[in-house]
């Protein structure tokens, strides 16, 4: 295969996948910069992008003129795309969306935690703040290569890899903060600790990414915060505002909201490369 016959599979890839994953809707599309000329770029014919196929790649120029129209009708939209590859020599792909529906529940669940969480009361740190980010970072990465590896490994055989190496970098930590401390009580509570923490709930969130979208996952994890506060009235007889009872509703409607469509499309991209196809990437 060429280089440009893989660099068109690919864009009809990623049509694909940002459609199935609720990144653009029906009206949405992508495009890519020619590889050996930089003045000129690929893009759909009008066309949704679940259906894109082969034929309906079109080359254009920077001025959003097609080279080879063949009586195919092109997105209006291709002269964003056009504007966007002259005016930075270093943008290599764009992707333009219409739909909202991939940030609407996200920013519903987040406003939810605000508002359960309370964070104007008190004083606020900033480096508290600085951790917080670097965390929701470490959940974002958490999520994505999660998936990566459940969709490599079959079972739950990806946690046999991933768990001791977790071990292995708190034991860096740990250990020399535990030496001397250690008896067969302590033993057996980590051990237990250990099952009911990383094994168990990551079994269930690896099972989980394979068969959800990271937004509709990470829109979910969002619910554990809700949690928290009904397991505080329901366990240390704590009390809520009016404010923390909205925000928790707010938080369960955007975790179902999020999973509605949520649910993963099966995938063969690994077997796109290897039998490259002229009619439509299957999903």
């Given amino acids: 295969m060429s280089n440009l016959s893989e660099l068109v599979e690919d864009l009809i890839i990623a049509n694909r996948i940002l459609s199935f994953e ?23 014919r009008a066309r949704t992008p679940q259906c894109i196929e082969t034929d309906d790649i079109m080359e254009f120029k920077l001025d959003g003129a097609a080279l080879d129209p063949h009586g195919r009708t092109p997105y ?29 529940w996200v920013g519903a669940a987040g406003f939810g935690v ?10 606020i740190s900033l480096v508290g703040v600085g951790y917080a980010g670097l965390a929701a970072v ?35 930590i740990g250990i020399p903060q535990a030496a001397g401390h250690l008896t067969l009580a302590v033993v057996g509570a980590a051990v237990g600790l250990a099952i009911l923490l990383p ?25 554990e915060p809700a949690i ?12 809520v505002s009016g404010t923390q009872v909205i925000g928790i509703l707010l938080v369960v409607v955007a975790g179902a909201a999020a999973q509605r469509g949520g ?10 490369d290897a039998q490259p196809s002229t009619g439509p990437v299957p999903f």
């Fill in 138 to 172: 470490g959940w974002a990465a958490y999520i994505v290569l999660t998936q990566r590896v459940g969709d490599r490994f079959s079972g739950l055989s990806g946690l046999a890899l991933t768990v001791p190496i977790a071990a292995c970098t708190a034991a860096i």
């Fill in 76 to 104: 209006l939209e291709r002269f964003i795309h056009a504007a966007m590859y002259e005016a930075r020599a270093d943008v290599n792909s764009v992707v333009h969306s219409h739909s909202r529906r991939a940030l609407v």
């Fill in 199 to 223: 094994v168990v709930p990551y079994s269930f969130e690896l099972l989980a990414l394979r068969r959800m979208t990271p937004t509709a996952f990470g829109t979910l994890m969002a619910l």
């Fill in 263 to 272: 649910l993963r499309r099966p995938s063969v991209i690994d077997g796109a």
């Fill in 228 to 239: 928290g506060v009904v397991l505080g009235i329901l366990v240390l007889h704590q009390t």
């Fill in 114 to 123: 605000v508002l359960v969480t309370q964070p104007w009361r008190g004083d």
């Fill in 22 to 44: 609720g990144v653009v809707d029906a009206y949405g599309h992508v495009s890519v910069r020619h590889p050996n000329d930089p003045n000129r770029f690929f893009l759909s």
